[in-house]
């Protein structure tokens, strides 16, 4: 017989940590790596549209570093689990960092704010972006409830950053350049 995806031990509003614990569905570390798997479903909407090769393989590596914050934030740092948790490090910061670093010397500086848009998949980072300062917010909130691993904070508030980059490359490689906020006048 073939594994179901339905398992109903969820049916009762709680579902289950890694380690066993089991907490209430709306519980903050249900809602941080629920974010984290919506922002993880938003990439790939993006990938679906043509984006610049080394784009491409920066976001298909992210959406494997995203699985291992949801495997970090669904982990209850106590009581330690029994089996090796992937977990956000320093070097994920790190690779960010040079990324965003990377492109912004290829990219105009910028001159003014810039609204969401230009190209499809530029527009999804955008979109991508937000999702991930939402789940900041979460986690900053879950962090205050409980402990949570040394560098998931600095992880988020970094990738935001470098989704936002990314969308200006995207823009700048399709030719549509970034959208400029244009106080008092009506959006493109």
């Excluded at 709306?26 to 990439?43: F, K, M, P, Q, V």
């Excluded at 209850?76 to 948790?85: A, E, N, R, T």
């Excluded at 790190?94 to 912004?104: A, F, K, T, V, Y």
């Excluded at 990314?166 to 030719?175: I, M, T, W």
């Amino acid at each position: 017989m073939a594994t179901r995806i339905y398992t109903k031990t969820g049916d009762s509003g709680t579902t289950g940590l890694f380690g066993g614990t089991r907490v209430s569905k709306d519980h903050s570390r249900i809602e941080a790596y629920g974010t984290i798997d919506e922002l993880n479903a938003i990439i790939g909407v993006v990938l679906a549209y043509e984006v610049p090769d080394h784009i491409r393989a920066e976001l298909t590596l992210t959406m494997s570093d995203l699985f291992t914050l949801g495997a970090d934030l669904a982990t209850p740092l106590d009581p330690p689990p029994v089996y090796p948790i992937p977990r956000i490090g320093r070097e994920h910061i790190d690779e960010l960092e040079r990324r965003i670093d990377r492109h912004d010397e290829e990219l105009e500086p910028l001159k003014a704010f810039i609204l969401p848009g230009g190209h499809p998949a530029a527009a999804q980072l955008h979109v991508a972006r937000t999702v991930c300062r939402r789940a900041e917010r979460i986690v900053v909130r879950l962090a205050t409830e409980d402990s949570i691993g040394e560098f998931v904070l600095r992880y988020c508030n970094r990738l935001s950053d470098y989704l936002f980059t990314a969308a200006r490359v995207v823009n700048a490689c399709s030719g549509r350049g970034d959208v400029p906020w244009k106080p008092g006048t009506p959006s493109p």
